[in-house]
């Protein structure tokens, strides 16, 4: 796996608004380190964690690239 596949399957990065609403339920649902850089979120977690995250952001809205 290249870094780049290894990067994606770690993290997740949104516009912070994104999360406006849902944060609390990610963070209760799943193991993430959820980091704010200015104008963006980036979700960090295991390749699994990730995955059901990504799959729970889908299910409420949000798409993830």
């Known amino acids: 796996m290249d870094a780049a596949a290894l990067r994606d399957s770690t993290q997740i990065l949104l516009p912070a608004e994104a999360l406006d ?4 339920d990610l ?8 980091h ?3 104008e963006q979120v980036r979700i960090i977690g295991s390749p699994v964690e990730i995955k059901d995250a990504s799959e729970f952001l889908t299910r409420n809205g949000i798409a993830v690239a």
């Open 21 to 24: 609403g849902i944060r609390g």
């Open 27 to 34: 963070d209760d649902q799943f193991t993430l380190t959820i």
């Open 36 to 38: 704010q850089e200015d």
